[in-house]
């Protein structure tokens, strides 16, 4: 072959072989990942699940995109609560005007039942300075609390405002306000309450959001005022 024909050749060559070591060095790191949650389970006794399917909740979060993957599962139970951290993973595409593409989004949540608890639907999430002030201008809604500005303009509350008001009170509001970097997104229904990191956390750095997860329980479970 030629030297014209290995300059030709080659450029295709080195990206097959770029792709093919990136996707090495993935699968590598996700073994290691895997590896770290099942380390963290078998040192404080809990259940590893490598894999699991996705939940059956009537979550935002469970319903977006396809290809919903539930890996590297950490299961306990702490009283009357079962706890779970899980590395959460779902797809979603776009088309543009010039086709079409994919983005996959992975991040870790803690799922938290309690058989006792008996929550309102709702959702909150991190406000979004400007997306959400062109929303209110378009008619999207949330629920604000007047006599709580601080909370009103970290959050969006979504749901019932009429049962939402008693759940959402000033306690609660602040206890949201201090565990605000723990989770993307917050959401409950029925005996589940499910915290998104929007992220994916070093294993090692599980009992942050199991902890925001339990002080929420605590907060929550028992009123029934609602």
């Excluded at 490598?50 to 009537?58: A, F, K, V």
């Excluded at 706890?83 to 979603?92: A, E, H, N």
């Excluded at 809604?141 to 009103?152: V, W």
């Excluded at 019932?160 to 509001?173: G, K, P, Y």
């Amino acid at each position: 072959m030629s030297d014209t024909g290995l300059l030709v050749f080659l450029p295709p060559a080195a990206i097959v072989l770029a792709i093919a070591g990136s996707v090495i060095l993935s699968i590598r790191a996700e073994r290691r990942r895997s590896s770290a949650w099942e380390a963290v389970a078998l040192r404080n006794g809990y259940r590893f699940d490598r894999i699991l399917p996705p939940d059956d909740l009537p979550f935002d979060l469970f319903g977006r995109g396809h290809s919903r993957r539930n890996r590297n599962a950490v299961s306990w139970t702490e009283g009357s609560c079962s706890l779970r951290l899980s590395d959460y993973q779902y797809t979603v595409h776009r088309s543009t005007g010039r086709g079409s593409n994919s983005h996959t989004y992975k991040q870790t949540i803690c799922l938290l039942r309690d058989p006792g608890m008996a929550l309102p639907a709702f959702l909150v999430r991190k406000e979004k300075a400007v997306l959400d002030w062109i929303g209110q201008k378009l008619g999207m809604k949330d629920i604000d609390f007047p006599e709580d500005e601080a909370f009103s303009k970290a959050f969006v509350l979504k749901g019932d405002e009429s049962l939402l008001r008693s759940v959402f009170d000033s306690e609660t509001r602040a206890l949201l306000l201090s565990m605000k970097d723990c989770f993307s997104t917050l959401e409950g229904a029925g005996d589940a309450l499910l915290l998104n990191c929007g992220r994916r956390i070093p294993p090692e750095g599980y009992g942050l959001p199991a902890g925001a997860a339990v002080q929420l329980h605590a907060r929550l479970a028992g009123r029934h005022s609602w």
